[in-house]
């Protein structure tokens, strides 16, 4: 579903010690840590909710996947009939009616393309199609490739709202994918459903976009790991979350290797190629999934200096690291 696959993984040790800690009023009140997984978006759903009933928790997290395999079915790339399937089968300018809230969504994927000066690229669903960098093991010809270098394909995206909303593209070249802020997006709405369920406490890991509900069983925050990308079973560190979603993109699991060059799965718009990162993983902490989700893919290629000014007006809202040399 995404192009940006699972870099940020919840750790089952550290799950358990939300249900360990505070052994006593946990058990006297018998709440405990419910686990439901299922396969969507392109990997594996995982949601974690508090509850003293098995029952209520097993129907508000069945509501939540509900909520989920909706999304997906609008949402996805890969779906002829899905909202973003139907904008791209369409004619160039036609205009495409579609559901407010993916007219929302689009709309502000074209929000972070503005702030991220195009870092953020919903229209570049062609230009990773050409790369497949999980099938291939050498890079496309160069002239299949280079022309979109630096095309600003965001402009040519256009959302109209009011009765009717509809979403038409205005250049061949742009293939509408919302695969960087859409699975952010579905845990913050998960996390909505289980909220009107009278769920207070969760944790949903949609292959490496977590959004954290509420605090642990203990009243301490859900500790959530990030992997060292140098050592798939290491962590490079270990955050702690209430009511915060974190994501990470990265360069380690997706790749092949040509002509002496690592060519991974993040694509750098303003090059249309894989750029050589000082980096191999970034990651973000803000207040919701959405936004978090875009801006771990938005900044990748920034420069230091612009990720601290594109921040700097929301100091409160997130918090940026990167790993790896």
């Keep these: 579903y995404m192009h940006r696959r699972q870099f940020l993984k919840t750790s089952g040790a550290m799950l358990l010690v939300c249900a360990g800690a505070g052994l006593g009023p946990l058990f006297l009140s018998r709440r405990?840590?419910?686990t439901m997984t299922r396969p969507l978006m392109g990997?594996?759903?995982?949601?974690?909710?508090?509850?003293?009933d098995a029952r209520w928790a097993d129907r508000a997290m069945e509501a939540a996947f509900d909520e989920l395999q909706r999304l997906e079915s609008l949402l996805t790339y890969f779906s002829p009939v899905s909202d973003v399937g139907r904008i791209n089968a369409a004619t160039t300018g036609a205009e495409i009616r579609v559901a407010s809230e993916t007219a929302d969504l689009i709309e502000r994927a074209l929000h972070w393309s503005k702030v991220t000066d195009g870092g953020f690229e919903p229209g570049l669903g062609k230009v990773s199609d050409t790369w497949d960098v999980k099938h291939r093991t050498e890079p496309p010809a160069q002239d299949v490739w280079q022309r979109f270098a630096g095309l600003s394909l965001h402009r040519f995206i256009h959302v109209r709202t009011g009765s009717d909303t509809t979403v038409k593209i205005l250049s061949p070249d742009v293939r509408l994918d919302l695969g960087g802020i859409a699975k952010g997006y579905a845990a913050d709405r998960a996390a909505e459903v289980l909220k009107k369920e009278g769920i207070t406490q969760a944790l949903i890991n949609l292959g490496g976009d977590i959004v954290a509900l509420g605090r642990r069983a203990d009243g301490e925050g859900w500790r959530v790991g990030v992997r060292d990308p140098e050592r798939a079973d290491v962590m490079a560190t270990?955050?702690?979350l209430h009511d915060q979603a974190i994501a990470t993109s990265g360069t380690y699991e997706q790749y092949?290797?040509?002509?002496?060059?690592?060519y991974h799965h993040l694509i750098d718009p303003k090059l249309?190629?894989?750029k050589r990162a000082q980096f191999q993983s970034l990651t973000i902490i803000g207040t919701n999934g959405r936004?978090?989700?875009a801006l771990a893919t938005g900044l990748f290629f920034s420069t230091d200096e612009d990720k601290k000014k594109i921040l700097a007006d929301h100091t409160d809202r997130f918090q940026c690291m990167t790993w790896g040399a």
Excluded: C, L
């Design 32 to 34: 405990r840590v419910y």
């Design 256 to 262: 092949f290797r040509s002509g002496g060059r690592v």
């Design 43 to 52: 990997t594996i759903g995982e949601i974690h909710v508090v509850s003293d």
């Design 238 to 240: 270990v955050v702690t």
């Design 291 to 293: 936004d978090t989700d």
């Design 272 to 274: 249309a190629e894989p």
